[in-house]
C-alpha cells in the first residue's frame, strides 16, 4: 500500500548475514544492511544483471569466484553468447543465427514466442502494441499469453511462469476467473483482478497480501530482462 511505511530495526536476531543474488542488492539497502555492524557474505554471480539505478558493484571484486559451469553444458550457445555480450567481444562474425538490428523490427515482434527488453515502459508498449495487432479488445481474452510476477502456492504458480488463457470462466466488476496451460503445467483455475494488467507500476500490493487467492500477473508477450533472469 503506498501508505505503508518501512523502518529499519535497531537491532535483528543473528550473528551474521548471509546474502544470495547479492549482485541485485541496491545502495540503499546495502546501507540498511550495513548499519546493524554484523559480518556480511555475500554470493552471486558478477554475470548477472545489476539493480536498475543506484549499483554499489557489490560483485566487482569477489574474494573467490568459481568458474566451471555445472547448470548447462560447456558449449551451451546461450552461455557463449551471453559472455561474449558482457565482455564486449564482437557477435556479428560469430553467430549467424542472430540478426542483429538497430531498432526492433516489427515482423521479429509479431513472430517471437516471447520478446526481452530493458525497461518496463517498453515492456507495456510493446505488450500494448501485440495485444492490439492481435484484436484483443476486452481486458482478459481467450488466447492471452500472462506471465505470473510473484510467487503464489496457493494458486500453485510461481514468479515469471508464462501462461496462455484457455477459457474465461468467470467476470464480475474487477475479478475475472480463468482457466489457464503452460509448458509443463497442468491446467489452472486462475483468480485475477483486471487493474493489474498493462501498468508499469503497481504501487498498491495491499489487495495480495490480504487475498492470497489472486494472482499478480501481466501480459506475457514481452518481458524486462530483470524478469527474465
Known sequence: NQNDEFVIKDEIKGDYFIIDEASMIGENLWKDIQKF????????????LEPLY?????????DWTLHEIHRQAKDNGII?????????????EIYE????NEYADIEDLKSADIVICGFNNTRCKINNYLRKIRGFKD???KGEQIVILKNNTHAGVFNGQILTIDKIIEE???KIIVS???????PLK????????????IADFKLFRMNRKIVFADYGYCITCHKSQ
Open 37 to 48: 555492524s554484523l559480518p556480511i557474505v555475500l554470493i552471486g554471480d558478477p554475470g548477472q
Open 54 to 62: 543506484d549499483d554499489p558493484k557489490l560483485m566487482s571484486k569477489p
Open 80 to 92: 557463449q553468447f551471453a559472455t561474449d555480450i558482457r565482455l564486449k567481444n564482437s557477435l556479428k
Open 97 to 100: 543465427n542472430v540478426k542483429f
Open 139 to 141: 481486458v482478459l481474452n
Open 172 to 174: 464480475k466488476e474487477n
Open 180 to 186: 489457464c496451460s503452460g509448458i509443463g503445467a497442468e
Open 190 to 201: 486462475l483468480q485475477l483482478d483486471k487493474f493489474q494488467f498493462g501498468k508499469e507500476r
